[in-house]
């Protein structure tokens, strides 16, 4: 009778995927990589596609060269789902339009706003700027105007403005038809909360 091993049997963690971007971060050949580490092309390759598992002490040599922390490779990936429906609904004036966060609330990095524009909705009556440094308006479906201080553009589905997000602007959807545009803003590097305010 074969006995169970006390411990069960630890599944290997695949890093490969993760050193292979870190080298291609790094725009490392694997060829530099060798030399660097004193490894094989050939062992770092089955590395990279996880057929080999590597040696701590190679993890190591190789975080070294890669400049990562070993524990990077073993950590999981932060992710947020965010169901439209379960969207916090964000209010930044304006009238005839739906908007939500559609990024994670605690995100720092960028914020995602998905805004459905009415017919004849509009933004603020006197043009108006947002605390951050980048603003991207992309449009997904109809069409809306942005408006500057001495310039405008009309957007149409697939279009992609990006301007300073603190310049004065407004926008408005003069079609008939609904538009539904994306906002991404970018917060500045000194802002401690920038656009994460909404909610």
Not at 30 to 41: D, F, I, P, R, Y
Request: overall charge negative; proline content about 4%.
């Amino acid at each position: 009778m074969k006995s169970l091993p006390v411990q069960g049997v630890r599944e290997a963690v695949q890093v490969g995927a993760r050193l292979r971007s870190a080298r291609q971060k790094r725009r490392y050949t694997l060829e530099q990589v060798a030399q660097l580490s004193g490894m094989t092309k050939g062992f770092l390759s089955r590395v990279e596609r996880d057929i080999t598992s590597p040696s701590v002490a190679s993890l190591v040599t190789l975080c070294h060269v890669l400049q990562i922390d070993v524990g990077s490779l073993f950590t999981a990936p932060r992710t947020a789902l965010i169901r439209l429906e379960d969207a916090p609904v964000v209010n930044l004036g304006g009238t005839g339009i739906d908007e939500r966060l559609i990024s994670g609330h605690d995100e720092r990095s960028v914020q995602i706003l998905r805004s459905v524009i009415q017919p004849g909705g509009q933004g603020e009556d006197e043009l108006y700027s947002i605390d951050c440094e980048l603003e991207f308006c992309h449009v997904t479906q109809g069409s809306i105007e942005i408006i500057f201080t001495d310039a405008s553009h009309v957007l149409h589905a697939g279009d992609t403005l990006t301007f300073p997000g603190r310049e004065p602007h407004t926008w408005r959807n003069l079609a008939d038809t609904e538009a539904i545009v994306l906002f991404v803003l970018l917060p500045g590097h000194g802002s401690g909360q920038g656009a994460g305010t909404f909610v």
